[in-house]
């Protein structure tokens, strides 16, 4: 019991700092057209997306320096939860080693991503990622909410704990 709360006090104090905040503005700057075409098109993301979700390119991911990433900020209301850094170039031997994504403090656990949709929708889609909430929107499904990895986090336990008890989750798991 005593780590468990040592390991939410840690969060609850990753996440304070993570509140103050600008670097998801400064990577959001850095996407020009050209990125937008070669990066960002690649995987299925487009201006609009880039625009709507603040989303941006860091030459140099803080927590896995050696690679590039896309970067999702990831807000709840209107503050900053998480920046989570989509690694790019990442070679495939060291894929499975390095992983794809990090959150942008090292020691956060990441924040689902569009925690926000199970606050306006009575029904729910739980997926895996950030990019998949964002790619569904395209065809018109905005009550979709991305958990990181393949962990249920103790933020979206909490969120639903809230809620009005009669929504509909649906849990949809990566097809890989």
Request: glycine share 6%; charged share 30%.
């Amino acid at each position: 019991l005593e780590r468990i709360q040592e390991r939410r006090e840690t969060q609850r104090s990753l996440r304070d700092k993570m509140a103050d905040c600008n670097d998801w503005q400064t990577y959001h700057e850095l996407v020009d057209d050209d990125m937008v075409n070669t990066v960002f098109l690649n995987h299925e993301l487009h201006k609009d997306d880039i625009l709507r979700w603040g989303l941006g390119f860091c030459p140099s991911c803080p927590t896995a320096s050696a690679y590039p990433s896309i970067t999702f900020p990831v807000f709840h209301g209107r503050t900053l939860k998480d920046i989570r850094h989509r690694l790019l170039d990442v070679p495939e031997d060291l894929e499975a080693e390095v992983g794809k994504y990090r959150s942008h403090l090292s020691g956060m656990v990441p924040y689902p991503f569009n925690l926000d949709a199970m606050t306006v929708h009575d029904t729910i889609i739980v997926v895996e990622g950030e990019k998949k909430p964002i790619i569904t929107k395209h065809w018109g499904f905005d009550n979709v909410v991305g958990i990181p990895g393949i962990r249920i986090t103790e933020d979206f336990l909490d969120a639903i704990g809230y809620l009005d008890k009669h929504k509909k989750f649906y849990l949809v798991a990566d097809p890989g």
